[in-house]
Nanobody
Framework: QVRLVESGGGLVHPGGPLRLSCAAP????????MNWYRQAPGKERELVAN????????NYAATVEGRFTISRDNAKNTMYLHMNSVKPDDTAVYYC?????????????WGQGTQVTVSS
């Protein structure tokens, strides 16, 4: 059973920084594309950012580009989301996702989510 564990969520003031982490105890993430999603109350889950398995390519939603940075440390089996200049609209539960597409199927795993609340 693959288990992804997010951490780092909490209450942050508008304009402040926050760093989320995603770890996978006992599981190797280096072959997986890693994604951060978020879901705000009453809204659908949306893709925030993703990073290639090697960490050399990243993509961001327009709403966070220039403020958030996704990174990974395959040696530590951990992925990060560095959030800067946060806004109240960034309030959501943030989920990490590991994705790998093989000829035999698609493999993806989710964490349980971590709450981020942006408020003064």
């Amino acid at each position: 059973q693959v288990r992804l564990v997010e951490s780092g969520g909490g209450l942050v003031h508008p304009g402040g920084p926050l760093r989320l982490s995603c770890a996978a105890p006992g599981f190797t993430l280096s072959s997986y594309v890693m994604n951060w999603y978020r879901q705000a109350p009453g809204k659908e889950r949306e893709l925030v950012a993703n990073i290639s398995a090697a960490g050399d390519r990243t993509n961001y939603a327009a709403t966070v580009e220039g403020r958030f940075t996704i990174s990974r440390d395959n040696a530590k089996n951990t992925m990060y989301l560095h959030m800067n200049s946060v806004k109240p609209d960034d309030t959501a539960v943030y989920y990490c996702n590991a994705l790998r597409v093989l000829s035999g199927g698609v493999y993806h795993y989710w964490g349980q989510g971590t709450q981020v609340t942006v408020s003064s």
